[in-house]
């Protein structure tokens, strides 16, 4: 496993659709333009990069948007990806009210289509086989068969955390980072996907208490537990949108707060004063919480 970087389960990239053959031949009017590897606006300082375009080199396209550049196979794969991506972002960007910061860098996003590439680049960075995309210093590594349509909320889970990278540099804990991710991209997916005519409402998944990692077992996690992998991810995203429902300026304050590594306990009981009296009563009004079977409710940018 690399070090600082988030992995994402095979599990989660089930849940999909055949691609129609017809969408496959043509990437539409609205394709990435491509662009000289030499002449993109910026190069990728992270040097998985380099290992990844050294896989079947001659492959390898590229192209960029606003807020990331691409290095990918097929231009009807990246197409819709890019817009998508775009979308996200500014679904992150509002959520966290905060500006673009200055002088910004683009995010790398690398697309693999053949398996065997990736499980070639599975070896290159010492991932481990069950993995099906990394985010990894700011850069992001997928794999996208052109057979399938992705249709779960997986592209903009991992674009909120180069989102989150860009804003939070320095870090910040796994639960929030995780649980943010899903709390964002569950909303903002069920958003794209409505703007294009679906009937798609956000879920978050409800936790049994039985089942619930304490509070304070919880944020010392520095990674994702490998027995309880879906039980963190629920509950991370519940605890993030118990946070943000009980006061939404608070949370935002806790996040910058734990950014610059402040301890979790008594921040949070400062910036939630009058809500929480007690990490008891903290994990008391969670544990309700968290049982409770309910949609996410977010203020989405660029959908409705």
């Not at 095979?10 to 394709?31: E, V």
């Not at 390898?60 to 990331?68: P, S, Y």
């Not at 890019?82 to 500006?99: D, G």
Request: aromatic fraction near 12%; charge should be negative; charged fraction near 20%.
């Amino acid at each position: 496993m690399l070090f600082g970087s988030k992995f994402v389960p095979a599990s989660l990239l089930l849940a999909f659709s055949i691609l129609p053959a017809a969408f496959a031949q043509s990437p539409g009017l609205n394709a990435l333009a491509e662009v000289e590897f030499s002449r993109l606006s910026q190069r990728d300082p992270n040097p998985l990069g380099e290992k990844a375009l050294a896989i079947h080199p001659e492959q390898w396209k590229h192209g960029e948007t606003e807020h990331f550049i691409y290095h990918f196979v097929s231009g009807y794969v990246v197409s819709p990806l890019s817009v998508e991506a775009e979308f996200h972002y500014r679904v992150v960007a509002k959520e966290l009210q905060r500006a673009q910061p200055a002088g910004d860098t683009k995010s790398h996003i690398y697309i693999f289509e053949r398996p065997a590439d990736w499980q070639e680049f599975q070896k290159l960075g010492q991932l481990e086989p069950w993995t099906g995309g990394m985010h990894s210093q700011g850069s992001l590594f997928v794999v996208r068969n052109p057979a399938y349509k992705f249709t779960n909320n997986l592209l903009g889970h991992e674009i909120a955390h180069l989102v989150l990278h860009r804003f939070y540099s320095g870090g910040i804990p796994c639960w929030l980072d995780e649980g943010f991710a899903q709390y964002v991209s569950k909303g903002a997916h069920a958003s794209y996907q409505r703007a294009r005519g679906f009937n798609a409402k956000p879920h978050s998944q409800s936790v049994e208490v039985q089942e619930l990692i304490p509070i304070a077992a919880l944020v010392a996690m520095t990674h994702p537990p490998s027995d309880h992998v879906a039980t963190f991810y629920d509950e991370s995203e519940r605890f993030v949108r118990f946070l943000a429902s009980t006061d939404k300026a608070r949370f935002l304050s806790l996040l910058d707060a734990l950014a610059r590594h402040q301890p979790f306990d008594s921040t949070l009981l400062r910036i939630y004063a009058g809500d929480f009296a007690s990490a008891a009563m903290l994990e008391e009004k969670f544990r309700d919480y968290a049982a409770k079977d309910a949609g996410t409710s977010l203020q989405q940018a660029g959908g409705g």
